[in-house]
């Protein structure tokens, strides 16, 4: 039976409020993110109040049972009611903000504060407005401790000390007027809210998706962590993927998207990740493990991308299905043949060139997904589903420009580093750099108007460096991986620009279309008979 859950809107006063924290009457669930606002974003916050603007809903939700808390809001540490508690479920970086600025320090001399600096906030009497640090421009006109302010005795004694500067009464009553009126704004503001009652976590978090004062839905992996929270092994999904993400670092895989880990994690169930929902991941015995499994095999998938296929950076991975793909792959054959890591590579670039992953309806993709697990457990040949045996792939046209937008102008690129790179190892953090032969419009990026440089390359020749020195001096075989022949050296030397980029792009089309029809793919016959 579903517990009764009521939600009501409400306002409360800051005031109120930090007097309700004080008294341990509001909780932060263990599940909550960490506090991340930067000064800058905590200065943004008391200039909307100040200027009297909205700064967004609370979500409050009291529970019908306790849950595991954070010991502080802030840097302080706050007491422990014994009575039923109200958890900040959306609004945390604004509480803990506002009560990490206005809490007077001497009320909890009692304990060891290590970051207190970080929410000091200070307001300039004259200029009306707030900075992180005092202001030293004028050492006589002094910035005061938004504390100083918001507290009674604080301000009080403040206002006194005024008048041992040397200053005109004019600007004393400038400055007692600008710090007044704060305080009673700091006092009166009225902080609108959402109060949930009842329910259970799935509840609260279903709610909070729809309410939240960002107008986004919460993250999947946050709310599996809310429904998964365990206070026996204290794991949190949410923190865990973090700390893998961090661990791709040196792969450039760090902003790989959260939810495609969460699909890679899914997907481990031996089901196509999209069939797979929270509730099945909350059925298992023990998510940590499940998880930390799936790691091994994600990272298994990024170091082959980054190693054997040149995907040397996040943006130049063309499907995200890809990478659960193989991720699904080595959970399978955790350690394939010389031979089926060829068949994998050779999977890649059909899947890259052929759009295969956007030509399929979903049964379609449940079938994709089959063929491939068999491919990886070596019971087909290639992986590579077709609705019939006549059916053929084609490439999408050459493309106009080179940045990360879409499938094409990765997989050229991709053909670019493969070509550059061949059978070399790949450096740690290998990174490259996209350099204009002839200057051109950031908007205007034609492929053959770029070279792409790696960073490894820059350090084995300084003199390189320079575009011209780099084309007029290096070995042709050095050029031709960068699909420069020894025309095109004589062209550059002349500054035949047209010539030059017309004779390049039909270099980079014939290479780059004998590769694709190696692997049975049809290059777009506009680009083989117009080469513009």
């Given at each position: 039976m579903t517990n009764t859950i009521t939600v009501k809107p409400d306002i409360i006063l800051i005031e109120d409020l930090l007097e309700d924290i004080t008294n341990g009457e509001y909780k932060v669930p263990k599940f909550q993110r960490d506090f991340v606002w930067k000064s800058a974003q905590m200065i943004k916050l008391f200039d909307s109040i100040l200027k009297g603007y909205p700064i967004g809903n609370l979500l409050f939700w009291q529970a019908d049972q306790e849950y595991k808390t954070k010991d502080k809001i802030s840097p302080y540490t706050i007491k422990k009611n014994a009575s039923q508690s109200v958890y900040i479920l959306d609004g945390f970086q604004r509480v803990s903000t506002l009560f990490g600025v206005l809490t007077n320090p001497k009320k909890y001399d009692d304990q060891k504060i290590t970051n207190a600096n970080e929410y000091s906030i200070y307001f300039d009497v004259k200029e009306n407005n707030f900075s992180h640090i005092p202001n030293k421009r004028n050492a006589h006109i002094p910035s005061v401790p938004l504390y100083k302010v918001y507290d009674n005795r604080e301000l009080f004694q403040f206002i006194r000390d005024l008048d041992k500067e040397?200053?005109?009464?004019?600007?004393?009553?400038?400055?007692?007027?600008?710090?007044?009126?704060?305080?009673?704004?700091?006092?009166?503001?009225?902080?609108?809210?959402?109060?949930?009652?009842?329910?259970?976590?799935?509840?609260?978090?279903?709610?909070?998706?729809?309410?939240?004062?960002?107008?986004?839905?919460?993250?999947?992996?946050?709310?599996?962590?809310?429904?998964?929270?365990?206070?026996?092994?204290?794991?949190?999904?949410?923190?865990?993927?973090?700390?893998?993400?961090?661990?791709?670092?040196?792969?450039?895989?760090?902003?790989?998207?959260?939810?495609?880990?969460?699909?890679?994690?899914?997907?481990?169930?031996?089901?196509?990740?999209?069939d797979v929902t929270i509730e099945d991941l909350l059925k298992k015995e023990s998510l940590k493990d499940f998880v930390n499994t799936a790691y091994k095999h994600i990272q298994k998938a990024v170091e082959f991308l980054y190693k054997k296929l040149c995907v040397i950076d996040i943006r130049l991975l063309p499907y995200p299905s890809q990478l659960i793909f193989i991720s699904e792959y080595f959970r399978l054959n955790p350690e394939p043949t010389s031979e089926q890591y060829e068949a994998l590579k050779k999977w890649f670039w059909v899947t890259t060139y052929s759009n295969y992953f956007t030509m399929y309806s979903l049964s379609q993709q449940r079938s994709a997904y089959k063929i491939f697990c068999e491919?990886?457990?070596?019971?087909?040949?290639?992986?590579?589903?077709?609705?019939?045996?006549?059916?053929?792939f084609s490439t999408a046209k050459y493309p106009n420009k080179l940045n990360f937008v879409g499938v094409r102008p990765r997989a050229l690129q991709l053909f670019y580093l493969k070509t550059i790179i061949e059978d070399n190892e790949i450096q740690d953090r290998e990174g490259f750099k996209e350099i204009f032969i002839f200057s051109a419009s950031t908007k205007e990026k034609p492929p053959a108007n770029i070279i792409l440089r790696l960073s490894s390359e820059f350090e084995q020749d300084p003199q390189k460096k320079q575009l011209g020195n780099f084309i007029q001096n290096s070995a042709i075989e050095v050029l031709e991986k960068h699909f420069i022949n020894e025309k095109m050296v004589e062209l550059y030397k002349q500054n035949k620009q047209e010539e030059f980029l017309k004779t390049r792009k039909q270099y980079l089309v014939e290479k780059e279309s004998k590769f694709v029809e190696t692997m049975g793919i049809k290059y777009a016959k506009d680009d083989l008979s117009n080469i513009q």
């Open positions: 040397e200053i005109s009464e004019a600007e004393k009553e400038q400055y007692i007027d600008n710090v007044r009126d704060l305080h009673s704004i700091l006092h009166k503001y009225r902080l609108p809210f959402v109060l949930i009652k009842g329910g259970d976590i799935k509840a609260a978090v279903e709610i909070f998706s729809r309410v939240n004062s960002t107008g986004t839905d919460i993250s999947e992996d946050f709310m599996l962590s809310a429904l998964s929270y365990n206070v026996d092994t204290n794991f949190l999904l949410t923190e865990s993927i973090t700390t893998f993400l961090n661990g791709l670092n040196p792969y450039n895989f760090q902003d790989l998207k959260r939810a495609t880990v969460l699909d890679c994690i899914s997907n481990t169930d031996g089901k196509i990740y999209f491919f990886a457990k070596g019971e087909h040949p290639d992986g590579i589903f077709k609705v019939d045996n006549k059916m053929t």
